[in-house]
């Protein structure tokens, strides 16, 4: 089964502290990379965390403050000279294609490979081989996204005893079967369906960019694996959550339950707080399987079955 992991680039929020960059996270799996936010200096710490400038990637920006967005074109930059050649999406508010487009044109930037742009909108953004993102409206200070990563569902589990009971030999029928093809054995067709158990569930995560608690993100991340949420505040400054439209951490702990997620993580913290304990805190008490993300996190995202 594939690894999953995610990697936590940068955890703060608009400003950088001495121990928090700003906001980037990826998703590693398989040497694919779907990268989520690149706030400045993310391309440091996707080479000092062993990303792979040339690896299969997909970008996704949630929305189009600088803290989010200003690293692009560095990250780009180092691809191009690293002699990158597959090419890479980006998944963005529309007007950063422009914004992207007339900086590389001032500063001479020429890219060595094909760039995909496709505008944010609700729905499937993107279709992989064996997964899929899709986006819902965030509600941040301006337009906004949030994000959902999700793998296929596998085949069920491959049963020889029932193979062998239908008289099907070991070999090439077998493997047939179990990549879901039927075959022919003595003049009788078999479905994959009688030698295959229930359709598995692939992993999901989700990714909620800047946005206050809404009812349509609880559904967008209901029954995910990993939710990584907005907490830049604790619930003593909901007022300026509010106003800023941003989430404390038992709002985003609250929605977690509300959700039905495996595990919450906590990141885009404000600098206000030097540790992330009290937030922490005040989220496992609604929710219990949180953790608080920090600069250099690794979590894996494990098979449930
Ligand atoms: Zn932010
Ligand atoms: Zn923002």
């Known amino acids: 089964m594939t690894k999953i992991e995610v990697v936590f680039l940068g955890t703060s929020s608009a400003t950088p502290t001495k121990r928090r960059s700003l906001p980037s996270v990826a998703i590693r799996r398989e040497g694919q990379v779907i990268l989520m936010d690149c706030g400045e200096g993310a391309q440091g710490r996707f080479v000092k965390f062993g990303l792979g400038l040339n690896r299969e990637m997909l970008i996704l920006i949630t929305h189009l403050h600088g803290d989010h967005v200003n690293g692009l074109l560095g990250l780009l930059q180092t691809m191009g000279m690293s002699q990158r050649i597959r090419t890479l999406t980006v998944v963005a508010p529309q007007e950063l294609f422009a914004w992207l487009k007339t900086t590389m044109k001032v500063l001479h930037i020429g890219l060595p490979f094909d760039l995909g742009f496709v505008p944010a909108r609700s729905g499937v953004v993107f279709r992989g081989k064996d997964f899929r993102v899709r986006a819902a409206r965030a509600s941040h200070s301006i337009e906004s996204w949030s994000f959902l990563f999700e793998e296929l569902p596998r085949p069920g589990v491959f ?36 030698v295959l158990g229930p359709e598995r569930p692939g992993r999901s995560i989700g990714y909620s960019g800047d946005t206050r608690p809404t009812r349509r993100l609880a559904k967008f991340f209901a029954g995910s694996d990993l939710l990584i949420f907005d907490s830049t505040f604790a619930s003593r400054d909901t007022d300026k959550a509010v106003e800023r439209k941003h989430s404390t951490a038992s709002e985003a702990a609250q929605l977690a339950k509300d959700a039905g997620v495996g595990r919450l993580v906590l990141t885009h913290f404000s600098a206000r707080y030097k540790r992330a304990d009290a937030l922490l805190r005040e989220a496992q008490r609604i929710f219990p399987q949180t953790v608080a993300a920090h600069d250099g996190l690794v979590l894996e995202v494990p098979t449930l079955q």
């Open 159 to 194: 049963d020889p005893k029932k193979a062998l009971s239908l008289g099907i030999p070991e070999g090439s029928k077998w493997s047939s079967l179990q990549r879901g093809r039927s075959v022919v054995v003595g003049g009788v067709r078999v479905h994959p369906r009688q």
